[in-house]
């Protein structure tokens, strides 16, 4: 990888129960693009991974959400996990974070159990998307047009399955990452919730 995303800050939505491979692994790539991605969360100091079954490491906070503004911000990466999602679902300030992420047609990406604070957000009516196979009908519900594939783009939205999917979730990223803005694609409604 080069520098396709120089100069490029993404924001990294987490809570506790965040699936340690799905934020480590596109973390990684978007630094090894060239993106500064910033640990963005409801928690103070470190957030605690979920690594399968168990818990996982810790990662340092860098920006508390209360104090984060997405206009500083290019894209977002929603990491799986069971908790993570769940927690931030809830969170009215998180799904507002979120929705202007949409609202903007700045590039997402999210994976696993991450849709459910798209779903929350109002972003993904009239999406084809992926997730972890139990949120299909979640999904469904919403709106999307839910598909069994590793990974799915829908005019800067990218979505995956489960950790088998990182290398193809990560390419598609990082290209979504690069192109910006996908001007005149935005998703009407979202900002007025």
């Known amino acids: ?4 995303l120089r100069n490029k800050r993404v924001a990294v939505l987490v809570e506790n129960g965040f699936e340690q491979s799905e934020l480590v692994e596109p973390k990684k790539a978007l630094e090894e693009a060239g993106a500064r991605a910033e640990i963005v969360s409801p928690q ?7 690594s399968h079954a168990n818990w996982g490491n810790e990662v340092a906070v860098d920006r508390r959400l209360e104090d ?3 206009d500083d911000y290019d894209a977002l990466l929603l990491p799986g996990g069971v908790m993570n999602p769940d927690k931030l679902r809830i969170n009215p300030r998180a ?6 992420f949409v609202a903007a047609g700045k590039p997402i990406a999210a994976i696993c159990h991450a849709p459910w604070t798209l779903i929350e957000a109002g972003a993904v009516k009239g999406r084809r998307m992926t997730s972890w196979p139990s ?3 979640d999904l469904r519900n ?6 069994d594939e590793p990974c799915v783009v829908d005019n800067g939205l990218v979505t995956a399955r489960k950790p088998d999917d990182i290398p193809a979730f ?13 001007a005149g694609k935005r998703h009407e409604g979202v900002a007025s919730r």
Do not use: C, D, Y
Request: no cysteine; hydrophobic share 45%; proline share 2%.
């Open 142 to 147: 919403a709106g999307a047009q839910w598909v």
């Open 68 to 70: 984060a503004k997405p």
């Open 170 to 182: 990560n390419k598609k990223m990082i290209e979504e990452i690069a192109e910006g803005v996908h």
């Open 44 to 50: 103070s100091g470190k957030v605690k991974g979920w």
């Open 135 to 137: 949120l299909a009908t």
């Open 1 to 4: 990888m080069g520098n396709e």
């Open 95 to 100: 799904v507002e974070f979120v929705r202007h």
